[in-house]
């Protein structure tokens, strides 16, 4: 094939192929070629745009940079070219071409390369020569080697007549795909190196989209295995490579050029297979430390979040009931309370690891949206709340008495059982950093997960942990007495205030009848409490069974089954349902659009919508015109709105987003919204 390339420049050259130029163009017996320039003259600051332009004839092809299975690519020669500095020449995005189980890659009809060119001196005139070499295909192969042109006086510069067309194939050029809409997510190496996965997000929906990947000379790879989104916003594929001889290649240590096809779109990644083989099991050591103190620190940060803040009581009484004790016992207790929270972390990590090892889809406060938890988180909030109010004396079994029994049962595992309810608390809420670590653990190994859900641990325990390591903290205090019983009941008000809001959380998950039953259960539960106590004789039977009856009505799967039949999610006034092909049809037409994932059981949700999203000035600007803000209620279950939250690598909530032509990528807002945050990104958004 070389001997037939060198042999046809050589005629090309002695004989020009009997070609004749024609206005510029230089027809051939099967295509055409001409220089064309994007402006009159020579700019000042000599940058000039120029496009090798050829035309095919019906049915012929030519080929991309790398032709795939057979072909050669187009090269120019620029001898003889006088005051110009061409570059190279720029690849539009390429189309796949296959026969039986060959594939080609490369461009029918007409394809324009554009090259940027540097004028030494722009007040001279311009020469540029070329010489195209490609080979055109159809039933048979013929190569073509056409001699070009293009001469530019000196003068003020204008648009030239083809600057339209040169820019319309720049735009085609693959670039890193914020122009394009086009988003890298995650790229991985297989255990064996010898397969990538692709995983790609799209602004627009998809129609045909392709991967095409170049390595080394003696490595093939296969056609993508495509798996689209139901959405048509995204996909993920997986090639296999092979060597010249067949067998499994070896991608390990290799460099590799990505390029990302849909259409006339492209996104072109240049990856490190030696970093891609590290980011399956971790990345680099920096940038992975990196991540663990993010963790941590958002863990800190969770301590603060409004999610936590019914915890507070016990992590008051926790202090208050230490007053006058020795610095050993506070130690221990307030060490047990961190591996309570640690603990609790784990086995959230671990129930990632394996529900992800079976298909299923995870995120940051999902189980907010079961509603055998949420009675669950009821019952224990409510059984705290009757104990610090004296409701009832009598011990709790040692399983469930934990802080509930601060006065009486001041043991180990009940400072453990402290941690695992605090942590119970928190997971609804995503707090800054909270969102970038969690996104991070859930995209990458079992390794990455538990650590990253270990530091996060560790930074919702830095409290306790800060106690246990100066428990002269606690011990300073003053000995608890009968302030402390008023203190209790202040606290207890506190954990009920809690109960009413987990059971709004159970009507928003699955519907009033179920709230109202588990209101019934929690006041029956209360009764047995109080016969337990004050009914003499039989009073501990009437209590058991009030109880028992109490919580077979609450678990009754027909009441949970009814009520989520029931239980419907409607967008907060003024703002549209979220979905995908809205977003994308608003985004299309110009408008800013204005994303709003939340719930109701996410604490920091509500807080944004009445300090940020009900502040005068937001209101004023979301009901503008040309603003469309949309809000994803996410209480209930809903993959769609997961998998749009893994799009953007968040796998919890609060999460808002602001699209529109000056960010049609989408300009991700803070957990903790501002004003100014929200009407900076509108601005910005609008372009």
């Known amino acids: 094939m ?35 320039a994007a402006q009159t003259a ?21 080929y991309w940079r790398t032709p795939g299975d057979a072909g050669y690519p187009v090269t120019v020669d620029w001898l003889g070219s006088d005051n110009a500095e061409p570059s190279q020449m720029q690849w539009p995005a390429p189309h796949r071409f296959s026969l039986f189980d060959l594939d080609t890659f490369g461009y029918g009809e007409r394809i324009v390369f554009p090259v940027n060119v540097n004028i030494p001196d722009p007040t001279q005139p311009v020469l540029l020569n070329a010489v195209v070499d490609y080979l055109l295909c159809k ?57 990538i996965a692709v995983r790609v997000t799209s602004v627009f929906p998809l129609t045909a989209p392709d991967v095409i990947v170049e390595g080394p000379e003696d490595v093939l790879f296969s056609r993508p295995t495509v798996d689209l989104q139901e959405d048509g916003l995204g996909f993920t594929a997986t090639l296999d490579a092979e060597t010249l001889e067949g067998t499994p290649a070896d991608l390990s240590g290799k460099d590799l050029t990505l390029t990302i ?63 006058g004790h020795s610095p050993a016992r506070v130690r221990l207790s307030f060490l047990a309370s961190a591996m309570g929270i640690l603990a609790s972390f784990w086995v959230l990590a671990l129930g990632a690891v394996a529900l992800r090892s079976v298909g299923v889809a ?40 934990g802080t509930a029994q601060i006065g009486n049962s001041d043991t180990l595992k009940g400072h453990f059982l402290t941690g695992v309810f605090a942590t119970l608390l928190a997971t609804p809420c995503s707090a800054p950093f909270v969102g970038t670590a969690i996104g991070f ?55 009920a205030a809690t109960t009413v809001w987990l059971l709004f ?93 939340t719930a109701d059981w996410c604490i920091t949700c509500q807080v944004n919508k009445r300090v940020a999203l009900s502040d005068g000035d937001v209101r004023a600007a979301l009901e503008a015109v040309g603003v469309a803000p949309l809000q994803a209620d996410w209480t209930q279950r809903d993959d769609s709105i997961l998998s749009y939250l893994t799009s953007h690598s968040r796998y919890g909530i609060p999460f808002n987003v602001v699209y529109g032509p000056g960010a049609p990528a989408g300009i991700v807002l803070p957990e903790l919204l501002t004003r100014g945050a929200v009407l900076d990104a509108l601005r910005e958004a609008q372009g």
């Open 2 to 36: 070389r001997f037939f390339r060198s042999f046809a420049v050589v005629i090309a050259l002695l004989s020009g192929l009997s070609a004749h130029a024609d206005e510029g163009w230089t027809d051939l017996d099967l295509s055409s070629a001409r220089l064309i």
């Open 42 to 62: 020579a700019p000042a600051d000599g940058s000039l745009q120029v496009g090798i332009d050829i035309r095919l004839k019906d049915g012929w092809k030519t």
């Open 139 to 195: 039933e048979i192969c013929v190569p073509q080697v056409a001699t070009v042109s293009l001469t530019l006086d000196p003068g003020t510069p204008s648009a030239g007549l083809d600057a339209q067309l040169i820019d319309l194939y720049q735009s085609q050029v693959p670039g890193d795909g914020s122009q394009s809409g086009l988003f890298l997510d995650e790229v991985t190496l297989s255990d064996t190196g010898k397969s």
């Open 261 to 323: 096809v849909d259409g006339t779109r492209g996104l072109e990644a240049q990856l490190d297979t030696a970093a891609l083989t590290q980011a399956a099991v971790g990345i680099s050591v920096s940038a992975f430390l990196g991540f663990v103190g993010i963790a941590f620190v958002g863990g800190m940060i969770l301590n603060l979040m409004p999610c936590v803040l019914p915890v507070l009581s016990i992590k008051l009484l926790s202090v208050v009931s230490h007053g």
């Open 362 to 401: 995870v995120g940051w406060g999902i189980q907010f949206q079961n509603p055998y938890f949420l009675v669950f988180m009821a019952i224990v909030v409510t059984v705290f709340a009757y104990n610090l109010l004296g409701m009832f004396e009598i011990p709790l079994p040692q399983w469930m008495s």
């Open 441 to 495: 653990a859930l995209s990458s190994g079992t390794f990455e997960i538990l650590t990253i859900f270990t530091a996060l641990g560790l930074g919702l325990a830095a409290p306790f942990l800060l106690v246990a390591v100066f428990p002269r903290l606690a011990t300073s205090m003053p000995k608890p007495g009968k302030w402390m019983l008023t203190m209790k009941k202040v606290l207890g008000l506190a954990l």
């Open 505 to 597: 959380v159970i009507a928003g998950v699955s519907g009033q009848t179920l709230a109202i039953v588990v209101l019934v259960g929690l006041l029956a539960i209360g009764a047995a409490l109080w016969a337990g106590r004050s009914v003499e004789g039989r009073g501990g039977a009437i209590g058991a069974t009030l109880a028992i009856v109490a919580l077979a009505l609450m678990f009754s799967p027909s009441v949970i089954t009814s009520s989520q039949t029931g239980a419907s999610s409607v967008a907060t006034a003024n703002f549209g349902v979220f979905s995908i092909a809205e977003r994308n049809r608003l985004v299309s037409a110009g408008e800013v659009v204005f994303v709003d994932v």
